[in-house]
């Protein structure tokens, strides 16, 4: 009777335990798509499109080629990428997701635009669309609108700085260096995936 009981639970957790990971699947549309059952990921040409939704915070991108894992929750994009978070977009050469961390790593001649305001472009950024914050490095140039506001006295000028952090919620520069060391933002390969 016991080892009955325990059977009957244990297939109930294995029942369950998928339509739970699955819940999180993205929304994956391609011109062209398989799946790489060596490599453990998704690879897409054509039009890709990608959602992801992780306890609410949603994502989409679209690119010419993408690889996505779907167990890692991670998603490589090279050639035209658009990244869409919210109100705020980046496009970008390649970029790198990570919807565990809900991050995006955006390299290669990025623009980003926000609604509150803000026009960047860099030669790269990090995107945290949890706190929503993003740091730009690299000749950085920012466009503000009005209402864009500078944390600590900080002032804008039409120079091209190394790194400027923005809070996107707030509408508020953080801070700005025109000379600091820009770090090298390398997009990892997908077959190295430690997760994976």
């Given at each position: 009777m016991k080892l009955t009981k325990i059977l009957t639970l244990l297939i109930l957790l294995i029942i369950l335990c998928p339509a739970r990971s699955f819940a999180d699947r993205p929304e994956i549309t391609a011109?062209?798509?398989?799946?790489?059952?060596?490599?453990?990921?998704?690879?897409?040409?054509?039009?890709?499109?990608?959602?992801?939704?992780?306890?609410?915070?949603?994502?989409?991108?679209?690119a010419d080629e993408a690889k996505v894992n779907v167990v890692t929750q991670k998603c490589w994009a090279t050639g035209k990428v658009k990244f869409t978070h919210g109100a705020e977009t980046f496009a970008c050469n390649s970029a790198y997701?990570?919807?565990?961390?809900?991050?995006?790593?955006?390299?290669?001649?990025?623009?980003?635009?926000?609604?509150?305001?803000?026009?960047?472009?860099?030669?790269?950024?990090?995107?945290?669309?949890?706190?929503?914050?993003?740091?730009?490095?690299g000749r950085v140039n920012v466009t503000p609108f009005s209402n864009l506001h500078m944390s600590g006295g900080l002032k804008l000028s039409n120079k091209l700085y190394s790194h400027v952090r923005y809070d996107v919620l707030e509408n508020t520069i953080l801070q700005i260096e025109e000379n600091s060391v820009t770090p090298q933002i390398v997009i990892p390969d997908p077959d190295d995936d430690s997760e994976g």
């Open positions: 011109g062209q798509s398989y799946f790489d059952i060596f490599r453990g990921y998704y690879v897409l040409k054509d039009n890709v499109h990608v959602v992801m939704n992780n306890h609410g915070f949603e994502a989409t991108i679209s997701l990570q919807w565990k961390t809900r991050t995006a790593e955006v390299v290669g001649g990025v623009k980003f635009n926000s609604p509150k305001n803000l026009k960047v472009t860099a030669d790269s950024a990090i995107f945290n669309w949890q706190t929503k914050i993003v740091d730009f490095y």
